[in-house]
């Protein structure tokens, strides 16, 4: 499997990162390489085999229906490029 | 539920009847605490970004912790909902770009859902009862709330909402009219608020639907589809519903074609509109999220939930037309909100004689208090007149102290002025007199008095009536009617 250059430009869009035309070609080889990777790991049968989620076989750690968290809005708010009366500002975004 | 259908769920089209088919995303807040994956307050309206921990801002390094609760509210709905409960499921993420989003993707359940297959049984208004098909439920993020209006170059962010845990309940297909699409939301959120899983408050978007629509001939696969997203109000739904059919019969009737995309409602034009251009259609881009191991839980943990579940709304409505003798319309106006059936199971457990008794508190309840209420634009958790004052207005009527009457004088009496109706009936005489020997004292002297109205009501028995009411009045309407009537009877040999 391997990507095309309008495969680049869509991934980029969808993840609403801008991309410029110079910039496509090194991303393009970038994640073919990754892509190509993967499809070694492709080459192993796991038929049969569960898949891995953890290392050590472990229960998720679960918390209780407990508010303790919260209530820090300056924290929250610190490092936003803009914001106002505690709400973040983004660029406008109208359906 | 494939069952043919009716000839007049059929929408008349230029070219012959079609058919409507469709299937509903509900998506309900559980209710809890605190977020599903992070210890900041559900609790709604909220100064904004004050219930936000640094996880729901999708701080670098923070991670996902899933709260029990959360988990527990989703396995009882899958039980509420005759559903098969899968002990092992996983959380995947949805990927998408859009600013209440912070994390740049929703943590949801998209290969293995916590709840599989299941079904909910509704009621039409015409008495009809069809079976819908539950198909999944997944736990997810609710995500944060844009504000457009409130500065004139941006658009606000309030992530109070983000990371709330929410059920999406798709059902299947199975609906076929706009009304069995209202009578299945109704029926869900009846569910979901007796199982005291979701609150249901459609008003704050507590419950809101997504509604897959599409049209076909009967006998015909099924057509494109289209979703309309958010629909808040039941009466929305199916005005959404309708119009969204009648839109794409018009266009394939006229030698289109439907476009799959997402439309909205407009209320207020009673339209649907395109939401979203081909071009931008959602990739979500699906993958296991590394942050959280499978969800795993025991047939036991499975069982406890199952045996603390309260008795359903269906299983309520039978045991009441079982046990009490009441019609299948009073059990079912009786049990579609919990708290008019706790009102009423209250009011039962105050009685001397539940068995004797129980289809007139039904009756009572029903016509007596909520249609006060209702003309009083108030609800069951205002009712100046509380379930143990009912149960003894009812005891005083069902065991003869005083007529239907005075017990509507008696209601009046306990809703402006309160008071124990026991005691009211006996400081204010409003015992029904049924003592016969003075009953007949008053019947003879009445008889004595108007002896040209004897002879008519001899003649034409329909005339005793009128013997009737007087006696009623010269007794202030406290006799008591059965013995009034006997004693007529007799005494004018008729």
């Known amino acids: 499997m391997s990507v095309d250059a309008a495969t680049v430009r869509r991934i980029a869009h969808l993840a609403r990162i801008a991309v410029t035309d110079a910039e496509v070609p090194h991303l393009q080889g970038e994640l073919n390489a990754m892509l190509a990777f993967v499809e070694q790991l492709q080459e192993v049968n796991v038929d049969g085999v569960e898949p891995m989620t953890s290392v050590m076989p472990m229960e998720m750690k679960k918390r209780a229906d407990v508010v303790n968290d919260g209530e820090i809005v300056d924290a929250v708010t610190a490092n936003a490029p803009e914001s106002e009366d505690h709400f973040f500002l983004v660029p406008k975004v109208v359906e | ?494």
Request: charged content about 25%.
């Open chain 2, 1 to 494: 539920m494939n069952a043919p259908v009716k000839p007049s769920k059929l929408i008349k089209g230029a070219t012959g009847d079609w058919e409507m088919v469709i299937g509903l995303e509900i998506h309900a807040q559980v209710n809890s605490h605190a977020k599903l994956f992070s210890g900041s307050s559900t609790e709604f309206g909220g100064a904004p970004n004050s219930h936000v921990s640094l996880v729901d801002a999708a701080m670098p390094g923070m991670l996902p912790v899933i709260n029990e609760e959360c988990v527990k509210q989703a396995v009882r709905t899958g039980l509420g909902l005759n559903a098969q409960i899968n002990r092992r499921s996983t959380f995947d993420r949805k990927n998408y770009f859009y600013p209440d989003l912070p994390q740049g993707y929703q943590i949801s359940q998209y290969k293995s859902p916590i709840v599989g297959e299941g079904e909910v049984t509704i009621e039409l208004a015409d008495g009809e009862t069809a079976t819908v098909g539950i198909e999944r439920l997944h736990l997810e993020q609710d995500a944060g709330k844009l504000v457009h209006d409130r500065n004139p170059s941006s658009t606000s962010v309030d992530l109070n909402r983000s990371g709330v845990a929410l059920m999406e309940i798709v059902s299947k297909p199975d609906m076929r009219s706009s009304e069995q699409a209202q009578a299945y939301v109704s029926k869900l959120r009846t569910i979901l608020r007796y199982l005291g899983t979701c609150d249901g408050d459609m008003e704050k978007g507590n419950l809101r639907a997504d509604c897959n629509v599409s049209v076909r001939k009967p006998g015909d696969p099924l057509g494109t589809r289209c979703e309309i997203k958010n629909v808040n109000s039941i009466r929305f739904i199916g005005q959404a519903i309708d119009y969204e059919a009648r839109r794409q019969i018009g266009i394939l009737e006229d030698g289109g074609s439907i476009d799959q995309e997402t439309r909205l409602y407009d209320p207020n034009k009673g339209e649907t509109r395109s939401m979203r251009s081909k071009e931008e259609a959602h990739d979500y881009r699906y993958f296991p999220d590394p942050d959280l191991l499978p969800l795993e839980f025991s047939e036991d943990y499975v069982a406890a939930l199952k045996a603390e579940l309260p008795e359903l709304p269906d299983e309520k409505k039978a045991r009441f037309i079982s046990a009490f003798g009441l019609s299948a319309y009073d059990a079912a106006v009786l049990v579609v909100e919990r708290e008019s059936a706790e009102f009423f199971e209250t009011t039962l457990a105050g009685l001397a004689d539940k068995a004797r008794d129980g289809k007139l508190a039904a009756n009572w309840v029903i016509n007596e208090l909520f249609g006060r209420l209702n003309k009083e634009g108030q609800d069951i958790a205002s009712s100046p007149v509380s379930a143990a004052q009912m149960a003894a207005i009812i005891d005083l009527i069902g065991a003869g102290v005083i007529s239907g009457k005075i017990a509507k004088d008696l209601f009046e009496i306990v809703w402006t002025e309160g008071g124990d109706p026991r005691a009211l009936v006996e400081e204010r005489g409003m015992k029904q007199v049924t003592d016969t020997g003075a009953i007949e004292k008053v019947v003879d002297d009445i008889i004595a008095a108007n002896p040209d109205k004897v002879a008519q009501a001899q003649a034409k028995p329909a005339l005793m009536g009128w013997f009737v009411g007087q006696v009623m009045k010269s007794s202030g309407g406290k006799a008591n009617p059965q013995v009034v009537n006997d004693l007529l009877k007799s005494k004018l040999g008729i």
